[in-house]
């Protein structure tokens, strides 16, 4: 994932914080905002003392191996979401038809 989309991943599932979430799924939840946490504090610290526009973005735009599981659609549906919240959580999405 690039570190532009770890970073919003990780703001969505921050707002996330305080919905009631059922069963399994908010461990899965608590699980990959973790995982994502520790990615943001390196893009942080990649981030510090750098004021160039450009290298700030390329920093941004550079990739980081990330595991986690990803959410599926069902899993999704419990929570209210808004249309560009599903877009910063796509990197993090396992949609149904690529299964297919």
Known sequence: MKNYEISNANYVLSQLIDEPLKGKFKFKVFNVKSEL?????VITKSLEDVEDKNEREEILQEEQEVNIDKFTEDELEQ???SIRQVSMLKPIIQFEKENE
């Open 37 to 41: 946490e520790k990615k943001v504090e």
């Open 79 to 81: 929570i209210d979401l």
